[in-house]
């Protein structure tokens, strides 16, 4: 998986377990992770995000943008 990534001219920020190697991952990729992670967690609360009703993939990002707007001015 990583070697594909880096294939794709990215750096993967996932750090390896123990067993494995050491790999170059900022920390502040991996501390900013989580932000990233929470936030596909509360758009998963939306039914239409979390089942993928929507068949198209511009219909998918149009859902995705109208939930996470109103995550971003939810209180």
């Known amino acids: 998986m990583r070697e594909r990534i880096w294939d794709m001219g990215a750096r993967p920020a996932i750090p390896a377990k123990r067993r494995d190697g050491p790999?170059?991952?900022?920390?502040?990729?991996?501390?900013?992770?989580?932000?990233?992670?929470?936030?596909w967690a509360r758009l998963k609360e939306w039914r239409a995000v979390a089942t993928r009703y929507e068949k198209t993939a511009t219909s998918f990002l149009a859902v995705i943008h109208i939930a996470a707007a109103a995550d971003w001015i939810k209180p």
């Open 23 to 39: 790999v170059a991952c900022p920390k502040w990729a991996y501390r900013c992770r989580h932000l990233v992670e929470n936030l």
